[in-house]
């Protein structure tokens, strides 16, 4: 598994600081046959990861210098409070982008994976965020922003799975195999927003 972040920059994948979601691999099983998620696309997110991997940098770069440092309501999730630059704090929530795309195309889906979806989403809330990286910045990224972004995220990521030649077809089957996965992440990450005593009003 190739790996751009370690405990260094915060991830934890697998470790036994993140706790074990509610959700199972047979509840995953279901979102996925609700999301026509099945053992065709695995392959292909398979593939996507290989031609992702040494594009992952780029891809983040992209999104948050390119795209979200223009849109103020987001770009101020990785400012200070009185919206100046926070470049160590941005900087090590990079690493953890960049590995969250390798995360979702090169893991396997089981229940490591769930918990540290469940993980993703608090450390978007107020009951995580900051606090791994010691910064001071907005106290929550409203769930709204979360689930609009995904939609950018998408947009923009099929160039990226066509930059090593592929034909068409196989680029479409990639970026299909991305979205549905898209669709399972959002659909855990709404979980930690849903319990109002861990995120009261971050809607």
């Not at 791994?132 to 910045?137: E, M, N, P, T, V």
């Not at 689930?147 to 680029?171: C, D, I, Q, S, W």
Request: proline residues 6%; contains cysteine.
């Amino acid at each position: 598994m190739k790996q751009v972040a370690d405990t260094s920059s915060g991830y934890s994948y697998g470790e036994p600081d993140v706790v074990q979601s509610a959700v199972s691999v047979r509840d995953l099983d279901d979102l996925k046959r609700s999301a026509g998620f099945t053992e065709d696309d695995e392959p292909y997110l398979r593939l996507a990861g290989e031609v992702l991997a040494d594009q992952t940098r780029q891809i983040v770069e992209h999104w948050r210098g390119g795209i979200i440092a223009g849109i103020p309501n987001l770009a101020r999730h990785s400012r200070t409070p009185e919206g100046d630059p926070n470049p160590e704090y941005l900087a090590r929530s990079n690493l953890r982008f960049q590995q969250w795309i390798l995360d979702t195309c090169l893991r396997p889906y089981d229940q490591d994976w769930i918990n540290y979806q469940q993980e993703i989403a608090l450390r978007h809330t107020a009951a995580k965020k900051n606090k791994i990286d010691g910064a001071r910045s907005t106290p929550f990224v409203p769930l709204r922003e979360v689930l609009t972004f995904v939609a950018v995220m998408n947009m923009t990521m099929k160039r990226y799975l066509a930059a090593k030649g592929h034909p068409a077809e196989v680029v479409d089957k990639m970026h299909d195999a991305w979205c549905k996965s898209m669709q399972l992440q959002l659909a855990l990450w709404i979980g930690p927003y849903a319990d109002t005593r861990r995120a009261p009003r971050e809607w």
